[in-house]
Nanobody, 127 residues
Framework: QVQLVESGGGLVQAGGSLRLSCAAS????????MGWFRQAPGKEREFVAA????????FYADSAKGRFTVSRDRPKNTVYLQMNTLESEDTAVYSC????????????????????WGLGTQVTVSS
């Protein structure tokens, strides 16, 4: 089993930056693709970014392209989401998720395909 804990959220002014971390325990993330999702009040959960298990293949939602960067650090068993040029529309609870995969390159933007989820961290962007 995999336990995921997000951190790094908080209050930031529009145009600022935050780096979210997703620390895993229970087992290594070597066989998991990782994804970041967010959910704003009154809205459905939406995909933000994903990274393959080797860290070389990434994919971003249109809203995140050019501003967000997803990466992973295998020795630390941790996944990151660097968020720059934040906007008020980015305000949401951000959650990380792990998907068991059998290839180095596979990833997913669909939440139903992920096996494990963290509880999320709040990001609030003020204007």
């Amino acid at each position: 089993q995999v336990q995921l804990v997000e951190s790094g959220g908080g209050l930031v002014q529009a145009g600022g930056s935050l780096r979210l971390s997703c620390a895993a325990s229970g087992r290594t993330l070597s066989n998991y693709a990782m994804g970041w999702f967010r959910q704003a009040p009154g809205k459905e959960r939406e995909f933000v970014a994903a990274v393959s298990r080797n860290g070389e293949n990434t994919f971003y939602a249109d809203s995140a392209k050019g501003r967000f960067t997803v990466s992973r650090d295998r020795p630390k068993n941790t996944v990151y989401l660097q968020m720059n040029t934040l906007e008020s529309e980015d305000t949401a609870v951000y959650s990380c998720a792990a998907k068991a995969v059998s290839s180095d390159w596979r990833l997913s933007r669909f939440p139903g395909e992920y096996n494990y989820w963290g509880l999320g961290t709040q990001v609030t962007v003020s204007s």
